[in-house]
């Protein structure tokens, strides 16, 4: 530890020689050292709102988010952000900047949100936006913008929201998005413009996920019927853009401003607009359907060889080789895209993005994945097939009934039990076999005891026949006396001389 002691002697016996002020100068200034009238919290600079004219000299390295909103600022100086290597967020609007420059920002390869709103920005040239590579925000309405260059957004290959809203754009080229790619880009904002003509054939060719994203809406559109139909179509498809602003969708019935109306409120106006006006505006995204747990693979056939093949899934995720971050969705080196094992989530519109040097335009195909659970299987018991057997086993019940000897054993057996049925006085409630003989004996006119009628335990009343016109209203009683149980083959009817049962026409019926 004498190691550490000698330097803080000599450093005291330094600063009892020399003044505070000289000390001061003596030693560097530490990084983290905040500029005048600004808030340093962390690695946050917040300089806003202060009538900045100029940029402050002294910037820390640490911040990854500075703050010169709401300032004078007008010019900015190249090589001004060199010190920021970690700056990811960058706020300039609400000043007077007309004008980027070249090599503005070459020193921000890490810039992720730029916002340069509210300014006075009137051209945007080809290399102003040079070195933001990786910006996913970019920040330009309210400003003055007449005028973007062909190449003006050249570079920013992961931009996925772009707002240029509430400028002076006559015109924008849909052809390549003046140098900016579709793959990553999300939202387009182009509302409150003065855009009079737009490439109804390039806008048909977006993606599907920018079209969601696409804002059209007040600006001097004409009232072309194909522009109706499509703006109606994607109004029927619920797209963001067409829901949340539908009111403000206006055209020019004529060149004057006093001639506008709203898109979908007047369709007076689109009356004449034939059918025909709309075919081959949008290839149709093609249907396929597929269950749950099945495999499925989409094949991108684009009409000219691609370099490039990507996917964005239905969750707006960008799918390249090997594919999804849960590795449920694999691209392979052909480009098409595999589902091993489909799920509900993978149910939506999957969108194919073929680029290469000979296509003018990326070119889109768009699948629209319908996943279905599949159908429970049918039960394994089969009711045919037991009401068959049912139907057999009753079949040779019947014909064994019918056909097969009786057990002279069990008759035997009968009969004693029957003997000492008799002989017991149990009490009882009367069967409906008694109810029915006592309302035999009513309809009878021989009363049951009479000596002419045999008496017999094994009386079972067989029929009952409503009384006919020649029965005087009388119930025909069909009675099986002395029924023999080892005998059911030789069934005897029997009726007393009184009953009406032995003298009529139609004879006994037996059930």
Not at 302 to 326: C, I
Not at 412 to 434: D, E, G, I, M, T
Request: overall charge neutral; aromatic content about 6%; glycine content about 6%.
């Amino acid at each position: 530890m004498a190691w550490l002691v000698v330097p803080g002697i000599l450093l005291c016996m330094l600063g009892a020689g020399l003044g505070a002020s000289d000390l001061e100068d003596l030693l560097p200034l530490a990084p983290h050292n905040c500029p005048n009238k600004c808030i340093c919290a962390a690695d946050v600079l917040s300089c806003a709102g202060h009538g900045l004219q100029d940029v402050p000299v002294a910037l820390p390295a640490t911040a990854s988010e500075l703050d010169l909103s709401h300032n004078a600022l007008k010019r900015l100086y190249p090589g001004w952000l060199t010190p920021l290597s970690q700056l990811r967020v960058l706020y300039l609007g609400y000043n007077k900047l007309d004008m980027l420059g070249h090599g503005v920002f070459t020193n921000a390869s890490g810039l992720r949100i730029l916002d340069l709103s509210s300014n006075m920005l009137k051209i945007l040239h080809t290399h102003d936006l040079d070195g933001l590579g990786r910006l996913e925000r970019l920040l330009l309405f309210n400003n003055r913008l007449v005028h973007l260059d062909l190449d003006a957004f050249q570079g920013l290959n992961m931009l996925s929201h772009l707002y240029l809203g509430c400028n002076e754009l006559t015109s924008f080229s849909f052809n390549h998005l003046h140098g900016l790619g579709t793959t990553h880009l999300r939202t387009l904002d182009l509302s409150s413009n003065w855009l009079r003509q737009i490439s109804i054939s390039r806008l048909a060719a977006l993606p599907a996920f920018l079209k969601n994203g696409l804002y059209l809406h007040n600006n001097p559109l004409p009232c072309n019927c194909r522009l109706y139909h499509l703006l109606q179509r994607w109004h029927q498809r619920g797209l963001s853009a067409l829901r949340d602003f539908a009111r403000e969708y206006t055209c020019l019935v004529f060149q004057v401003s006093a001639s506008r109306v709203r898109f979908f409120e007047h369709s007076r106006v689109f009356e004449n607009c034939s059918a025909a006006a709309a075919l081959d505006l949008e290839l149709p995204e093609e249907q396929l359907d597929t269950q749950v747990g099945q495999s499925l693979r989409l094949y991108c056939n684009t009409s000219m060889p691609a370099a490039r093949v990507a996917w964005v899934s239905p969750k707006n995720e960008l799918l390249v080789a090997p594919g999804s971050q849960d590795g449920s969705i694999a691209v392979l080196a052909d480009g098409s895209l595999a589902i091993h094992r489909v799920q509900e989530q993978h149910a939506g519109i999957f969108v194919c993005l073929a680029t290469g040097p000979r296509l003018h335009h990326n070119q889109t195909l768009e699948f629209n994945v319908s996943v279905h659970k599949p159908r429970p299987e049918p039960e394994t018991f089969n009711t045919g097939f037991t009401t068959l057997l049912g139907c057999i086993v009753g079949l040779v019940l019947v014909l064994f009934y019918l056909f097969a000897p009786p057990c002279r054993g069990c008759c035997h057996c009968c009969r004693r039990c029957q003997r000492a049925c008799r002989n017991r006085c149990w009490p009882r409630a009367p069967s409906p076999l008694q109810e029915l003989s006592a309302q035999s004996s009513v309809l009878s006119t021989t009363p049951p005891d009479a000596p002419s009628r045999k008496a017999s335990v094994h009386k079972h009343v067989v029929f009952l026949e409503p009384g006919k016109k020649d029965l005087n209203g009388r119930v025909q009683l069909a009675v099986a006396e002395d029924f023999d149980l080892c005998n059911p083959m030789e069934l005897q009817l029997k009726a007393g001389s009184e009953s009406a049962s032995s003298t009529g026409s139609d004879g006994l019926m037996m059930t």
